[in-house]
């Protein structure tokens, strides 16, 4: 074995986790610093923020500002936003990190491991083909190629914005709106 240790100083604030009775899903859009919270994007019913302790790189959540833990309990303008969110996710996704397929869902409730079960989150997780090795299945380990800060900055680049058109709203990624190339 290997004596060689893994610094991971970050995970330290995760091993402390939030002060008893803290929702992340409340406080960080609370704050008007996006950059420092990882917030992507905010509609108007929801949001959409880099997750600080990702079980892959560019793991994204979405969740609704409305303190709510029941997914059938959201109001029909919550989940539709929900849902238009995690399509601009994946959006960027596929511009910023080129993955070759999604984990997408719910964790609603603590035995179904969310970690915040009464504040309801969808996980949006790019996977690639072969990303798996054995560091989490034999060290209980993961390797997060790439830091928070530059995961961050390549997703906001390729966040699809909104462009006016036709009374009809159309969304472009800067990928996809530039020159092709040949």
Not at 2 to 27: H, M, Q, S, V
Not at 73 to 82: G, I, Q, S
Not at 90 to 109: S, T, Y
Request: charged share 25%; net charge negative; proline share 7%.
């Amino acid at each position: 074995m290997n004596d060689r240790p893994l610094w991971a100083p970050w995970r330290i604030a995760y091993i402390r986790g939030p002060k008893a009775g803290e929702c992340i899903f409340c406080t960080k859009p609370a704050s008007a610093d996006d950059r420092a919270n990882y917030l992507l994007q905010r509609g108007d019913h929801c949001f959409v923020l880099l997750n600080a302790y990702p079980y892959a790189p560019g793991h994204l959540m979405v969740a609704p500002y409305r303190h709510i833990g029941d997914f059938e309990r959201l109001h029909d303008d919550e989940a539709l936003e929900l849902v238009q969110l995690t399509q601009r996710a994946i959006r960027a996704l596929k511009v910023a990190f080129r993955p070759d397929g999604f984990n997408v869902g719910l964790n609603l409730g603590k035995v179904a491991g969310a970690g915040f079960g009464d504040h309801l989150h969808l996980h949006v997780v790019p996977r690639w083909e072969g990303d798996n090795n054995f560091m989490p299945v034999i060290a209980d380990t993961r390797v997060i190629n790439q830091s928070l800060e530059a995961a961050y900055a390549e997703l906001a680049a390729a966040w699809p914005r909104e462009e006016a058109g036709s009374g009809a709203q159309r969304e472009t990624s800067r990928a996809e709106s530039a020159p092709a190339s040949d």
